[in-house]
Nanobody, 123 residues
Framework: QVQLVESGGGLVQAGGSLRLSCAAS????????MGWFRQAPGKEREFVAV????????DYSDSVKGRFTIFRDDAKSTVYLQMNTLKPEDTAVYYC????????????????WGKGTQVTVSS
């Protein structure tokens, strides 16, 4: 079992920045692949970013590439999502997810999810 707790969401103006955190527990952090998804009202949950166990590989959706950065701190068992140049269309609930299988993280079929943190970007 892996427990995930997100934090860092809030209200920010367009062009601003936020950093989301996701603290993991219940399993050796370095053994799990971590990812972020988001879900806007009335829309399906969509992939945002993923990071490998070692942190050496990352991938992003086209909509956030160049603006968002995912990174991990194994000593703190935490994964982060640094979000810069935020746009109103980034408004959503952001979810952290984890799995030992990278393909399950990428396809939103991971067994472990946090409860989400709200990000609202005003224009």
């Amino acid at each position: 079992q892996v427990q995930l707790v997100e934090s860092g969401g809030g209200l920010v103006q367009a062009g601003g920045s936020l950093r989301l955190s996701c603290a993991a527990s219940g399993r050796t952090f370095s053994s799990i692949v971590m990812g972020w998804f988001r879900q806007a009202p009335g829309k399906e949950r969509e992939f945002v970013a993923v990071i490998s166990r070692s942190g050496s590989f990352t991938d992003y959706s086209d909509s956030v590439k160049g603006r968002f950065t995912i990174f991990r701190d194994d000593a703190k068992s935490t994964v982060y999502l640094q979000m810069n140049t935020l746009k109103p269309e980034d408004t959503a609930v952001y979810y952290c997810t984890a799995s030992v299988d990278p393909s399950r993280v990428r396809t939103a079929s991971s067994p472990y999810w946090g409860k989400g943190t709200q990000v609202t970007v005003s224009s």
